[in-house]
């Protein structure tokens, strides 16, 4: 099951990349892809054996990025209560999940907001930035849960997505107005 859980993430990542290496305003696109590493990653959290809080909330973000997907492919803007339910339902979902409060319980929610912001932007630039704090975050949570093998799928994901920002955003400083 270890190597099912590697080729999950690989595949995951190849997903992530393509979302994080997509330019301009094209954020359709980029849900699509970053939904597809969602439930990718996730299942290669289940399949490896630790990481339950980490599966959670990729399946729970792959949902919120399908939504966001419809939302974005009608052209209308997301409704501040969706928002505010993205993030009571990553709290209720983790301390559910966990059983109770803990410091990983907490980097988990912490990093599952911050996606909130990833997938609520509306052109590459901003999705980018937020991706590179967000992917911080779930590199700290993958060396405490020992969940290496989603490690070898968000360090390079970080990676791309600082390449795709030296790409396509460099010289547009003023494009992350956050």
């Known amino acids: 099951m270890l190597v099912l859980s590697y080729i999950l993430s690989i595949l995951g990542l190849l997903s992530m990349i393509c979302a994080s290496l997509i330019k301009g305003k094209n954020m359709k696109l980029i849900l699509f892809f970053v939904f597809c590493g969602n439930v990718l990653v996730a299942t290669s959290y289940l399949v490896g054996g630790s990481g339950i809080n980490g599966a959670a909330a990729c399946y729970l973000g792959g949902l919120q990025t399908l939504i966001n997907y419809f939302f974005e492919s009608k052209n209308k803007p997301l409704p501040k209560w969706l928002i505010a339910t993205y993030a009571l339902a990553i709290i209720v979902l983790n301390i559910w999940v966990a059983k109770g409060i803990s410091a990983l319980g907490i980097l988990v929610i912490v990093a ?22 967000n992917m911080i975050l779930w590199c700290i949570y993958d060396i405490l849960s020992k969940s290496y093998s989603v490690l070898l799928t968000h360090i390079p994901q970080l990676t791309f997505t600082i390449v ?15």
């Open 112 to 133: 599952s907001l911050t996606f909130i912001l990833c997938i609520g932007q509306k052109n590459g630039a901003k999705y980018r930035f937020w991706t590179t704090v």
């Open 164 to 178: 795709g920002t030296i790409i396509h955003d460099r010289k547009k400083n003023s494009a992350i107005n956050l």
